[in-house]
């Protein structure tokens, strides 16, 4: 959830329930939720009964209007497909109807633990049951005024039973300094004991499930929840994936001791002020920016605070322009990829999982997004001549060229949420931002470049497994490809043209499958991905 200060949320914030969420979660869960959105939900225990979603970084919640209990629904571990359902819901009627957004979560349920009480890190949370409060106002009376036949009487559920006593939550106190950090029974809801015991017995009915639906109906044409489910699923994968990685997670995922929001703020106000200060060294900027890269990786408040700062964004932006040769030379110094690379992969960390944070979407935005025009011609370089004796500038500059399709593939996902909902052309949207790159004279060079690099992966032999960081770069560049085909006709017009034979005869999904460990959470994506980008640049008319 965004906010502007401890505890203050700014997203779209409902005061009832965000006090309700504050008194009724443990601090770490509450820090880690991102947004919450009204809907109506309907599953095989819920029949269309208005709630409210919650979402944190983990973990989908389920709560009644007016709130009473914290449920949860799923974790994005166990989600198999996010849908966006193009229908008109016959159980709503006028512009709901028409504007209504109906959200398809396919998941394997996970298996029910026997209470209520129960440590969100490290046991399987609660599916959504039969204890939730009738479809009521707000807003939306006129179509909710009667109870549903699946949800009994609140009171007799013991819904409105007293709850016990919260700890209140410390003014001094914000997020954890690292998402992955693990504290014992920190996300727990608490909820009163009949309600536990209620609920336990209700999800002993779906143990035998393998694959269940939960359908979300957002009844504004301008909800983000469909986008925010798919960016949260998408950012869980990919830190599920890489934490795979022994050498990612001895670097990243260390968790350090827990501070205060005040606290990580000072200490991100010196880092900055270190960065910005006049007549500092490469060398030793370099250093702070690997530093302050490193700590964005393992500190959600610090990538929150990055954006609240505006001058840091435009000093990075900045830099990375100086680091361009001068003229159309496209020679460059292993000193100026080196500084670009950690430039670009400390930018990159700063967009995951920030999306609903409004200091971001107002510093992009602004003056109709030049920072990011930017920042997007700034990326694109020239990979230039493939040669078999790589020098330290050649392996410095695939490097970068790595970093640069990360960055790229996050910024991409910026702009899904404007093309979901408004004019491709609109300012941050996907069509928008590749728009903005196409007069670059090393797009064409660049795309092609990613383009190889995939074809190269998954023409391999079959014995080449990838690792954990190696399938999410295959995955951020199989993305980039997709969006191209999808998005430009200039790109994909390039790609068919150089490409198509190259996966006609040398990519197919059967040679996909024995890179991609099974136990890898992003390979199921990658297939997907893959399947679609043969469907786009083998089937579609070249003209």
Not at 318 to 327: K, S, V
Not at 496 to 524: T, W
Request: charged fraction near 20%.
């Amino acid at each position: 959830m965004a906010r502007a200060g401890p505890g203050t949320l700014l997203y779209r914030r409902n005061i009832r329930l965000d006090s309700f969420l504050k008194r009724n979660t443990e601090r770490a869960l509450y820090e880690r939720i991102r947004t919450y959105e009204p809907c109506v939900v309907k599953s095989d225990s819920i029949n269309k009964v208005y709630m409210h979603v919650v979402m944190s970084d983990e973990r989908v919640y389920l709560t009644e209007f007016p709130p009473r209990t914290l449920t949860s629904a799923f974790g994005f571990s166990s989600v198999r497909a996010i849908e966006l359902i193009n229908d008109l819901p016959d159980f709503l009627s006028g512009k709901d109807r028409e504007q209504c957004q109906h959200i398809k979560i396919i998941y394997v349920p996970e298996k029910p633990v026997s209470k209520a009480y129960h440590d969100d890190q490290l046991l399987p949370a609660l599916p959504p049951s039969h204890t939730f409060s009738p479809l009521t106002s707000e807003g939306y009376a006129a179509h909710r005024s009667s109870r549903s036949a699946s949800c009994p009487n609140g009171e007799t559920l013991g819904l409105l039973a007293p709850q016990p006593p919260a700890r209140p939550h410390s003014s001094a106190s914000m997020y954890p300094l690292t998402s992955n950090q693990r504290t014992k029974n920190s996300l727990s809801p608490k909820v009163p004991r009949r309600i536990g015991l209620l609920l336990s017995r209700l999800l002993k009915q779906d143990k035998g499930s393998n694959i269940a639906e939960l359908h979300l109906y957002a009844l504004s044409p301008f909800s983000t929840l469909y986008v925010n489910l798919q960016s949260s699923w998408t950012s869980f994968i990919i830190k599920s994936t890489l934490t795979l990685d022994p050498v990612y997670r001895r670097k990243y995922c260390t968790s350090p001791p827990d501070i205060s929001w005040e606290q990580t703020s000072h200490l991100f106000s010196q880092l900055q002020a270190d960065v910005l200060r006049k007549g500092i060294s490469v060398e030793s900027l370099y250093l702070l920016l690997q530093e302050l890269c490193t700590a964005a990786h393992r500190n959600m408040t610090l990538r929150r605070l990055f954006w609240r700062s505006s001058e840091l964004c435009v000093f990075l932006v900045q830099t990375l322009e100086d680091c361009l040769p001068g003229g159309r030379s496209v020679i460059y110094t292993t000193d100026h990829l080196l500084m670009s690379t950690v430039i670009v992969q400390t930018l990159a960390i700063m967009f995951r999982e920030t999306e609903v944070e409004p200091a971001r979407l107002s510093l992009l935005s602004a003056n109709n997004g030049a920072l990011v025009t930017r920042m997007l011609l700034a990326l694109i370089r020239d990979p230039g001549p493939q040669t078999p004796n790589a020098t330290q500038t050649d392996v410095s500059l695939v490097e970068y060229l790595d970093s640069a399709c990360s960055l790229l593939f996050e910024l991409l996902l910026q702009g899904q949420e404007k093309s979901k909902f408004s004019f491709s052309e609109s300012i941050l949207s996907v069509g928008w931002i590749l728009q903005e790159l196409q007069p670059h004279r090393h797009l064409l060079s660049f795309i092609g470049y990613q383009t190889q690099q995939v074809v190269l992966v998954l023409s391999s032999p079959p014995h080449y497994i990838l690792s954990p960081v190696q399938s999410v770069l295959l995955f951020q560049r199989c993305h980039l490809l997709l969006v191209s085909l999808q998005y430009s006709k200039h790109l994909m017009q390039h790609l068919k043209s150089n490409f198509r034979d190259d996966f006609k005869y040398s990519v197919n999904v059967v040679s996909v499958e024995p890179k991609l460990p099974p136990h890898y959470p992003i390979s199921p994506m990658i297939r997907q991905l893959v399947k679609q980008i043969l469907t786009l640049i083998l089937h579609w008319d070249t003209s």
